[in-house]
């Protein structure tokens, strides 16, 4: 997203935020920034890679596939299955998208799990709700391999009592949507937990937060609200209960399985997202909130410690390993 990795050493007085070359068209349409692709990596021989990938076809309809991570050696006990949905406020990237690309291959390798990355649907070409219902298509997919005669990498390293939904910035905001509709549904059972890092999450009103980043070099304020416009159903104002989610939930009984909430202090939504844990809190979710310190949007994807931190974060909460009312500040 634009020259990042300077950010905390040298910052630059302009936004370099890829989200800013979005073009939008007088015909509806979209041109999007062009951004470095991966290939699965299906080569057990090479030293350089700790995981296999590969693709597999979800809903041939719709367009969309999942990306399945694996350890090339594998340990001899049953894995946490991570149910990724990569970030790009619903508008940009893929699954194949080189950043995500290598933090799922880092999560398997590391953590490590059988980690299962969504290609969903993008807007504006398919508006909210569409990532939703294929989010929630991925979590029936992986139930649906618990039956038995799935894919043999999840069948026979996928632990199906540990299954995270996760999502990073706009996919957080997916993670948390499929995990309120699989409540209503038979997936319920298999949640052990979500996973929310930055989410995506907006309003009408700014928060201070939002209007002190104009110049964010990551998510620059007129960059935020040009991807809300674009991914909320036409008519829509941020208040939509998919962007205002805190607006939509506030005062009422929420239920979810144990969540994860994670942020940084640099971060544009860092406002929303400390009112966001307060608020599925009060509503009765089992909240560990690590939400605060130095960082900004999407570090993690280019600064190794964030990236470290992280995995650390995961790792403990996919163990049980954190109390939830030792929440960060």
């Not at 290598?102 to 290609?119: F, G, K, T, W």
């Not at 929630?136 to 996928?158: R, Y």
């Amino acid at each position: 997203m634009g020259d990042v990795g300077a950010r905390a050493e040298n910052p630059r007085p302009k936004s370099t935020s890829l989200f800013l070359q979005i073009v939008e068209h007088l015909d509806g349409t979209i041109s999007r920034p062009i951004v470095p692709i991966s290939p699965p990596s299906s080569d057990p021989s090479n030293p350089q890679s700790q995981t296999l990938s590969k693709d597999l076809p979800l809903n041939p309809i719709h367009g969309t596939s999942l990306r399945l991570y694996c350890p090339i050696h594998p340990p001899s006990h049953k894995l946490p299955i991570i149910i990724f949905f990569h970030g790009g406020g619903f508008v940009v990237f893929n699954a194949s998208t080189v950043f995500y690309h290598e933090e799922c291959e880092q999560m398997a390798a590391e953590l490590p799990a059988i980690v299962v990355s969504l290609d969903y649907r993008l807007a504006p070409e398919h508006r909210l709700p569409a990532a939703y219902d294929d989010a929630v298509e991925a979590l029936s997919w992986v139930w649906d391999q618990a039956k038995g005669g799935g894919d043999p990498w999840i069948t026979n390293h996928g632990d199906f009592s540990r299954c995270y939904l996760m999502g990073s910035s706009s996919g957080g905001n997916m993670a948390y949507h499929a995990g309120i509709r699989a409540m209503d549904l038979d997936l319920h059972p298999m949640l052990a937990g979500i996973i929310l890092n930055q989410p995506y999450l907006g309003g009408e009103k700014r928060t201070s937060s939002e209007i002190a980043s104009e110049e964010d070099q990551i998510l620059p304020l007129r960059s935020n609200e040009t991807m809300w416009r674009l991914a909320l159903p036409k008519g829509a104002d941020r208040d939509h209960e998919f962007c205002n989610v805190i607006k939509a939930v506030a005062g009422r009984r929420i239920q979810l399985p144990r969540c994860l909430i994670l942020g940084f202090d640099g971060d544009p939504l860092i406002d929303r997202q400390r009112e966001f844990a307060s608020v599925l809190k009060e509503g009765g979710v089992n909240v560990v909130a690590r939400v605060g310190g130095e960082g900004f949007h999407a570090a993690e994807l280019f600064v190794p410690a964030k990236a470290a931190v992280l995995i650390g974060e995961i790792r403990q909460f996919i163990s049980n390993g954190f109390d939830a009312d030792a929440d960060a500040a």
